[in-house]
């Protein structure tokens, strides 16, 4: 399992990078459910590796500063399938899981399998959450960052759509935790280029 974050951090930094944050905002909204220890545990290393398919999509696509063309989102939308196919046989079975439905949705319109609702494992709909508001908050080849404020009126326009709303909740009240949101999403704050877990 090491060896496949060590092949993100080596292959693709900026991968690696949005994978940690995810990882770490994932594990903050579980531990805000008051989930356990096991769950948050395989949670934060599924959210480290969950785009690590996206090593197989050709940089022109991953990079492309425009919209996608319908061939190009075809191609993207392999990415999960390819992750698990890579980590299946090395991480455990739940873990591998929550890379093949990282972008499955609450209404059962996502992919790959568009399934939905309870069908997608509890890990899987946090870790959607944190991977959309970090995707939100961060510079992309096509969108400078938005705010953390954008990103949760968003998650509350898609709740109960894409994203499933206990989930949303919780990023909801963490984020009148002024001092979480500091740390977490502040320019100044180290946690943004810290490498480390
Ligand atoms: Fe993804």
């Not at 974050?5 to 008051?34: V, Y």
Request: include cysteine; aromatic fraction near 6%; charged fraction near 25%.
């Amino acid at each position: 399992m090491q060896r496949l974050i060590r092949l993100l951090d080596a292959t693709d930094t900026e991968l690696a990078a949005h994978g940690r944050r995810a990882s770490r905002l994932a594990g903050d909204i579980a531990a805000t459910m008051s989930l356990d220890a096991n769950l948050i545990g395989r949670l934060r290393v599924a959210a480290q590796l969950h785009d690590i398919g996206k090593l197989f999509i050709p940089d022109d696509i991953l990079n492309e500063p425009g919209p996608l063309t319908d061939a190009q989102w075809v191609e993207l939308r392999h990415h999960p399938r390819m992750g698990y196919e890579l980590v299946r046989d090395r991480v455990p079975s739940e873990v591998a899981r929550i890379v093949l439905t990282h972008h499955e949705r609450v209404d059962g319109t996502g992919y790959p399998n568009a399934i939905a609702a309870a069908a997608i494992p509890l890990e899987a709909r946090i870790l959607q959450v944190a991977d959309a508001v970090d995707a939100i908050t961060s510079d992309r080849p096509y969108q400078r960052a938005l705010s953390f404020d954008y990103a949760i009126d968003e998650m509350i326009r898609c709740s109960g759509t894409q994203f499933d709303p206990s989930v949303v909740e919780a990023i909801v009240s963490l984020s009148s935790n002024q001092a979480w949101v500091d740390s977490r999403f502040s320019e100044a704050s180290p946690l943004l280029s810290e490498v480390a877990v």
